[in-house]
């Protein structure tokens, strides 16, 4: 069983805008040589947020967390971009089998930006680990 | 290089409605066992407990502590909601989770006392 650290930077824009990264892990899991494991993905900051979801539903989680999580009305400056990553995670974990991620192919894997930026640096960081 | 998992259980102490910022134990973990490249599973078994990331900052975790409430979960439901385990991962014998971002203890348990929290790491060791 091996061990494979790689990361990819993302340019992002904001707020709420979903970045789809599926092609980009694909490519890595390809590349890897892993017929069988895990990928671990995670995306570093306090703010985005990882998200497995059909384009549909991205559309609609996009809307829905205007009500679930308010830009307003909180204590902290920016406070609903990190309730918005916490509560949707940083992290996903998705499995490997025959060299692919084993998610269905309509799925995409996104990456959100919920802050107001324009051309943000993101890095997620892939870990694969399997034979 | 081998592959292994090691399983190390810390203890927390808690007034039983607090969020204790346990990332230092953690990365204290990572770099005793000598984790180089891998993963670490941050979890707790202790009832009525969670384990998120957020930033550790007052404010803010009053936001997080005030949405819970909202969504009608201030005890068992936040288990649900906000979860009791996270992923981070580990690049060069340390966490790679950026600048603010920190494995906090939430502890809604109202119950004074030790907690505990699992910390599984997999990947290569020195």
């Known amino acids: 069983m091996k061990v ?20 980009l892990i694909e490519e890595v899991v390809r590349e890897s040589r892993v017929k069988e494991g895990i990928a671990w993905l995670s995306v570093k900051g306090a703010t985005p947020a990882l998200v497995v979801a059909t384009e549909e539903v991205a559309n609609e989680l996009g809307k829905c967390l205007k009500y679930l999580i308010p830009v307003s009305g909180w204590r902290h400056g920016n406070a609903y971009a990190h309730l918005r990553s916490t509560v949707l995670s940083t992290s996903k974990v998705i499995p490997i089998i025959n060299n692919e991620l084993a998610i269905p192919k309509e799925y995409e894997i996104y990456l959100l930006e919920t802050r107001s930026v324009y051309n943000h640096i993101r890095e997620v960081v892939i870990q694969i680990h399997g034979e | 290089m081998k592959v292994t998992v090691r399983v190390v259980r810390l203890r927390i102490g808690s007034s039983g409605y607090e969020a204790v910022d346990i990332t230092e134990n953690v990365r204290e973990v990572v770099k005793g066992l000598g984790l180089i490249n891998g993963v670490v599973v941050t979890h707790t078994p202790s009832k009525y407990c969670l384990v998120t990331m957020i930033e550790y900052e007052p404010e803010l975790l009053a936001d997080l502590e005030e949405f819970m409430s909202k969504c009608g979960s201030v005890s068992g439901l936040a288990e649900a ?19 603010f971002k920190r494995l906090v203890f939430i502890d809604l348990s109202r119950s004074k006392g030790e907690k505990e929290v699992v910390v599984a790491l997999e990947g290569t060791f020195k």
């Open chain 2, 81 to 99: 909601l906000v979860g009791k385990s996270v992923v981070a991962p580990v690049v060069n014998n340390d966490l790679a989770l950026g600048t």
């Open chain 1, 4 to 23: 494979l650290s790689s990361s990819l930077r993302i340019r992002t824009y904001g707020p709420t805008v979903f970045f789809p990264i599926r092609g």
